[in-house]
């Protein structure tokens, strides 16, 4: 058993050497996460192109210049479906044409307008957006990180367990020899000594598991990440009760509230008219049925929409439904982030308590520990009382274990939210 014990560990060695040269702390590992998430680029990628579409809703108030040409031949007037207009499109010319038209839209009555603020609106969600894919990436690699530290930290917890129950085994093996003790007792004793060396290689199993999970999420497939380190973690600054207006979720959805009202403006506008302006300037070979020698055209149109099958009606009705669900959906947010910030504060009260407390048993364990291994050994008491201190000692440092990572991971998670981290 011992040589498997051994070989075991001497495995294992170069994965905990490397993770001693290599601690990181939370707010780095943090930053390497986000710096590798394809995520996290992708909204990046995405800010860029809403940026693109406020320069083209912007180009509706700028003129559209096109140069037109065309030659024809046949039935006069009836190439109408090759788009040409101005000067060029004349049912009156003869040839070819060539020229330039150009067409301005004066008066929309809040079309443009809307599509811009649309746009932008779009373009300012998209911050919180990729606030919010900033904190959900965050608090990933704060539950890798503190997972690698409850798995590291029970691996040294099973490992002096280990220590301990071998260096009891030898001594009640050499008491059984003298017949002090009985064969029975070392039995026992080996048999915690293989408990413990189980719950060594489980933890060393799912601690390389996590490393490889970490190395995924940072994209460094050859470094080990000591995550153990828990003197070295951030004191988090507690939440303050005006965090929900700076939550990313809040604004985000406060944002959305803008988009749809600039939607609901957009539709309405399609009620109005449009006041266009065009011009065209051109030449042709030649001309026919009119003697004018003119080689332009302006002109002003006036284009008041009647009936649209009530599509306009529909989109109105549309839009307005939509602003509604997203104030809605606004409530909702402030709701689940008032809620998500009452269970932090909930589960760091309650840790905070049960830290007092199990920093005592800890004490009380340590004592009737060495208590009950000096009285087994001055046979004076007996072996159950001993293996059930060293269990009670060992579970009682697991369970620190688990309480230190809840609280700091629940801190870390309020900073998160706090965008102290």
Avoid at 23 to 49: M, R
Avoid at 165 to 185: F, M, W
Avoid at 197 to 216: A, P, V
């Amino acid at each position: 058993m011992k040589i498997n014990r051994h070989a075991f560990i001497l495995l294992f060695a170069p994965l905990s050497l490397s993770a001693r040269e290599t601690t990181t702390p939370l707010p780095e590992f943090i930053e390497q996460v986000i710096h590798y998430s394809p995520e996290v680029k992708a909204s990046l990628q995405e800010q860029e192109g809403l940026h693109q579409d406020v320069r083209i809703a912007r180009s509706g108030f700028l003129p559209k210049l096109d140069f037109e040409a065309l030659d024809t031949s046949g039935f006069p007037a009836s190439t109408g479906g090759l788009g040409i207009s101005g000067v060029m499109g004349s049912p009156y010319r003869v040839g070819a044409a060539g020229g330039f038209t150009l067409q301005q839209n004066l008066w929309d009555f809040g079309r443009t307008l809307s599509d811009l603020d649309v746009a932008k609106s779009k373009l300012k969600a998209n911050d919180f957006t990729r606030e919010t894919v900033l904190q959900d990436w965050k608090s990933i690699a704060a539950n890798a990180y503190f997972n690698c530290a409850k798995e590291t930290a029970s691996a040294e917890v099973w490992k002096e367990s280990i220590d301990q129950t071998e260096g009891i085994h030898k001594e009640v093996a050499r008491y059984t020899e003298t017949g002090q003790r009985s064969v029975v007792d070392e039995k026992l004793s080996l048999l915690e000594t293989e408990t413990s060396l189980r719950k060594y290689e489980s933890s060393k199993i799912r601690q390389g598991s996590i490393q490889n999970k970490i190395r995924i999420l940072t994209g460094d497939a050859r470094t080990n990440t000591n995550c153990m380190g828990f003197d070295d973690l951030l004191a988090f600054k507690v939440v303050d009760p005006g965090l929900i207006a700076k939550s990313p979720r809040v604004l985000l959805a406060q944002a959305r509230i803008k988009m749809a009202e600039s939607e609901l403006g957009r539709a309405k506008s399609d009620y109005m008219p449009e006041l266009i302006g065009f011009a065209s300037v051109g030449i042709m070979d030649n001309r026919r049925l009119v003697n004018n020698t003119n080689d332009y055209s302006l002109g002003i149109g006036l284009k008041f929409p009647i009936f649209e099958g009530l599509k306009t009606d529909a989109s109105v009705a549309r839009a307005d439904a939509s602003l509604l669900e997203k104030k809605d959906l606004a409530d909702a947010e402030v709701q689940q982030f008032e809620l998500q910030l009452e269970n932090l504060k909930e589960s760091i009260k309650a840790s905070e308590t049960e830290l007092a407390g199990v920093y005592l048993e800890l004490k009380h364990a340590k004592e009737a520990y060495q208590l009950a291994k000096t009285r087994y050994f001055k046979l004076q008491g007996n072996l159950v009382d001993l293996r059930e201190a060293q269990r009670a000692m060992t579970q009682v440092k697991i369970d620190l274990i688990t309480l230190l990572v809840n609280y700091h991971y629940a801190r870390a998670q309020e900073a998160i939210l706090s965008r102290v981290l």
